[in-house]
């Protein structure tokens, strides 16, 4: 039978060798506390390949075989409620009989409580077969999982720590309905006026005589929002005029709506409404939905004003998820590309043979192979970060050497997952698109036809680096951390580009000098930036030692309005970092698996030059496109509030 974990030796190698799964299986298991748990590192291990095994198989078996069905068969609302198409029923009803959806729900919630890692991987399978699926499959148990994390940040949830279980949380019941595969979840953000600025969101949350909170607005882009429970962002606090804090992102909240009950004749009773379901491009096997939102009973989650912060929770996790899902894509694009350029002959050889063909191809698979590295090592951080402060919180007998270590090791993993997630998400959702496009270009005219899969490869991919915040979004993010992680720690860089320097001129081996020229090009990029940046900010600074500006920039300085010359490359920046991060890790990894060196060869090889091109393109444009902006009088740059995250 077909599979696509056993015929995909990159994505064994994270189940075997490429995870740190001592630590996270230990964080999993509340330290093997559970009497129903795992005993050790290798049962767990063990447990986890079988389920990667399953999914693979269901992927290949189920899913992949009904992708063009996916594509054509669509779902619909009649009289008011939503119709499934068949394809997506059948799916759904394979997934719900394996039981798939209870993989990272914690077992005293009816879960198997597998690592999010393992989730997210398993994700790449479904994405591989269609992504449709694999979207729809991630707000079940993902939304499981949000709503824990919600109610252990406020407080609502205990934990009997000697059994290292749950002793209850606040959603018990929406979290055993999902994990069952007999509802799911969404999260509602996005309005008619209102995507990347979510301060112009306008959907409102009033609260009765009585106490009760009650949702009032519309929503749209929905993905599964035909389902039962949704995250709603609204705003609760009202502003005086538009300079009142609360105007904008600290007047949101965020709540739980109940969509629909299910009355005990089968029918359904609904509460929000299904305004429709939107005709798209791509991705057609999934639902998405524009809601409307009179007066719906809603839970409040947290506190008032804390929306937003709660929102970064949901959208941090989703991120990591859209590269899986983009890098599920890629495989199948590439897979496709390969197999016809094998058996394409043209002048008298198959076309992967023929040089520019055989660079294309080369180049798509190192591609997948490095976001795959970043994207498991991503969810590797995001997930000992959240389960380090679940442990630091609630497990206050820990030894205080235990303790200690956790203090330690929390920052770092929360400073390594918001590092990689930015650049994780803008790659791999570019990265999709280009390796679909490729595929295309490779099968020539018949590309471009029904007859194959990859014009609905490209398709599907053309959302990728849109939702779940844009990859300029992603751009803006990682260029704010970079620089003003600069401007706080300036020592701290100059000793990071100095040692780069050093690495690139002295190390012993070619993979640790060019990993270095690489570092260092990603720091003179940055440091070029700061200084443009400077010009415009305090000419003053221009020319001056960097560690003599914090304090000068610390006085009026408003990020909104002095980061237009970093803003124009900040995408420019973004792939520069991308590269380097990949490229840092792929040398680990060749350090410790010494067959995995070729990858990072392969992958400095072609780094290097476009890094070089990339620092050109930062050092050499860009004035004459500001000095015409301003001269228009449109100097209104993106927000980055937007990018606060």
Not at 120 to 146: N, Y
Not at 571 to 585: F, P, S, V
Request: aromatic share 8%; glycine share 6%; proline share 4%.
């Amino acid at each position: 039978m077909a599979n696509f974990f056993t015929d995909n030796d990159d994505l064994r190698f994270y189940f075997d060798q490429g995870v740190p799964w001592a630590e996270l299986v230990e964080l999993t298991e509340y330290g093997f506390r559970a009497p129903d748990g795992f005993k050790d590192v290798e049962e767990a291990k063990s447990f986890y390949r079988d389920v990667a095994e399953s999914f693979g198989e269901l992927a290949a078996e189920v899913v992949a075989p009904r992708a063009a069905r996916l594509d054509v068969e669509h779902s619909h609302i009649v009289d008011g409620q939503a119709e499934e198409a068949p394809a997506l029923r059948e799916i759904s009803e394979a997934m719900r009989a394996a039981e798939l959806h209870k993989l990272c729900v914690p077992r005293e919630l009816g879960g198997l409580n597998a690592p999010l890692t393992v989730y997210m991987m398993a994700g790449e399978l479904l994405a591989r077969a269609d992504v449709s699926i694999m979207t729809h499959f991630s707000f079940h148990g993902g939304m499981a999982l949000a709503a824990l994390a919600f109610s252990i940040r406020e407080g609502s949830t205990t934990f009997d720590v000697p059994s290292g279980r749950i002793a209850r949380t606040r959603f018990a019941e929406m979290i055993r309905e999902i994990a069952s595969g007999e509802a799911w979840g969404c999260m509602d953000i996005t309005e008619p006026n209102a995507g990347s600025d979510m301060a112009q969101l306008r959907t409102r949350a009033e609260q009765d005589a009585d106490g009760a909170w009650r949702v009032s607005g519309q929503k749209i882009f929905i993905t599964s929002g035909h389902g039962k429970w949704h995250f709603v962002i609204a705003r609760t606090e009202e502003a005086k005029d538009p300079s009142d804090p609360y105007a904008g992102l600290a007047g949101l909240s965020m709540f739980l709506v109940k969509a629909y009950d299910t009355r005990p004749d089968g029918t359904c009773e609904r509460y929000v409404t299904l305004d429709r379901f939107e005709e798209k491009l791509g991705h057609r096997g999934s639902v998405t939905a524009a809601l409307s939102f009179d007066r719906v009973p809603a839970e409040l989650i947290g506190k008032r004003g804390e929306g937003f912060r709660a929102m970064l929770l949901l959208m941090n996790n989703a991120r990591v998820g859209v590269a899986f899902e983009s890098i599920g894509l890629a495989e199948a694009a590439y897979r496709a590309a390969r197999d016809y350029a094998e058996v394409r002959t043209s002048m008298g050889k198959p076309i992967a043979r023929h040089e520019m063909i055989a660079d294309m191809l080369e180049e798509m698979e190192l591609d997948i192979i490095a976001l795959r590295a970043l994207a498991v090592r991503s969810a590797y951080h995001e997930e000992c970060a959240q389960k380090l402060g679940i442990f630091q919180g609630f497990f206050t007998e820990a030894s205080p050497e235990e303790r200690a270590r956790v203090s330690r090791e929390l920052p770092r993993h929360q400073r390594m997952s918001r590092r990689y997630t930015p650049l994780l998400k803008y790659l791999a959702s570019e990265k999709a698109v280009e390796i679909a496009r490729r595929a295309v270009q490779i099968h020539g005219g018949s590309g471009y036809t029904r007859d194959y899969p990859v014009e609905k490869l490209l398709r599907d991919a053309l959302v990728l680096p849109i939702y779940e915040g844009t990859s300029q979004i992603q751009s803006l993010m990682a260029m704010k951390d970079t620089l003003m992680g600069v401007i706080a720690r300036p020592q701290a860089f100059v000793r990071r580009m100095a040692d780069a320097r050093v690495r690139s001129l002295s190390s012993r081996d070619p993979l640790d000098r060019a990993l270095g020229r690489l570092s260092l090009q990603a720091a003179l990029a940055t440091q070029h930036l700061l200084r443009k940046t400077a010009e415009g900010k305090l000419r003053s600074l221009s020319g001056k030692p960097l560690t003599s500006w914090p304090k000068a920039f610390a006085k009026d300085w408003n990020p909104k309005k002095d980061f237009a010359y970093a803003m124009l490359h900040a995408e420019r920046l973004t792939r520069l970092l991308a590269d380097e991060a990949i490229a840092e890790l792929l040398v680990e990894q060749a350090k410790a698996h010494p067959e995995r060196r070729v990858w990072a060869e392969r992958w400095l090889e072609r780094a290097e030059p476009r890094g070089r091109a990339l620092y050109d393109a930062i050092t050499t444009t860009g004035d004459r496109l500001l000095q015409r902006l301003a001269e228009e009088g449109r100097t209104t740059s993106p927000s980055v509030a937007a990018a606060e995250e």
